[in-house]
């Protein structure tokens, strides 16, 4: 294994950057829309923030279809948004959209979960203190959920990473892609099973990075 890796190096770690930016895109896309997204869901669905029925079933709706249709069928269908935004379907940049929508449909509700599983006496205490709602988000509610998000969104990271696996399709490349052509495709089936390791090996360091950041984050929320 250590001597086809060796031999593949170039090839593996040119599919690897690939890989890694089509993830920091989207992870970072999802990030700043999921979470103002699933908290806004979660004031739609309370009388004591901005309740509204109608809105809320709205959202939910599209979120539920862009999680629902198959990703690769996904893929396909929005290659006239992609020529449209980026004057191509083929490549790094035409895997950016549809793994951020999908990553973001997965994250919102995440994001919402996290709010509905809040202790009440949180909301008690802030409604008790006279907070208006804006208070009661930034002050109360979202310092409650920080972990749930953290392990939460170690979990989107690595679902956008076996998402990444299959944009190959549409020439996006990457580890799946290059597993796929190179070692199953020409039964070379050893690279095959080393490209998995490392895709096993990625998400142990995913998976123990969050569980880092969540430990620091509740140490210090313990000293402050």
């Known amino acids: 294994m250590l001597e086809l890796l060796i031999e593949n190096r170039e090839a593996i770690f040119k599919a690897f950057i690939e890989t890694n930016i089509m ?4 992870v970072v896309l999802s990030l700043l829309i999921s979470i103002p997204m ?6 739609l669905n309370k009388d004591f923030l901005i309740k509204n029925k109608v809105i809320y079933e709205i959202l ?3 979120l539920n279809t862009l999680r629902s249709v198959p990703f690769l069928l996904f893929i396909f269908v929005l290659i006239p948004v992609n020529r449209f935004f980026f004057q191509t379907s083929y ?7 549809p793994l951020t929508l999908v990553t973001i449909s997965i994250y919102t509700r995440f994001v919402e ?3 509905i599983n809040l202790n009440q006496n949180i909301i008690d205490r802030a409604l008790s203190m006279g907070a ?5 988000i930034y002050y109360f509610l979202f310092p409650s959920i920080h972990s749930d998000l953290i392990l939460s969104f170690t979990s989107v990271i690595m679902s956008t990473l076996s998402y990444s696996t299959v944009m190959g399709v549409i020439g996006a490349g990457g580890l799946g892609d290059y597993a796929f052509r190179y070692g199953y ?8 099973y080393l490209i998995i390791i490392i895709f096993v ?16 984050v509740n140490k210090y929320k313990e000293k402050y």
């Open 201 to 216: 090996l990625y998400v142990f360091l995913i998976q123990s990075l969050g569980y880092f950041i969540v430990k620091k």
């Open 23 to 26: 993830m920091a895109v989207t």
């Open 91 to 97: 490549g790094v940049i035409s895997a950016i959209i």
């Open 132 to 136: 208006n709602k804006f208070q009661i």
């Open 113 to 115: 979960q996290a709010y």
């Open 60 to 62: 939910s709706f599209i």
């Open 38 to 43: 699933g908290t806004l869901l979660y004031a």
């Open 185 to 192: 495709q020409e039964y070379n089936y050893e690279l095959m």
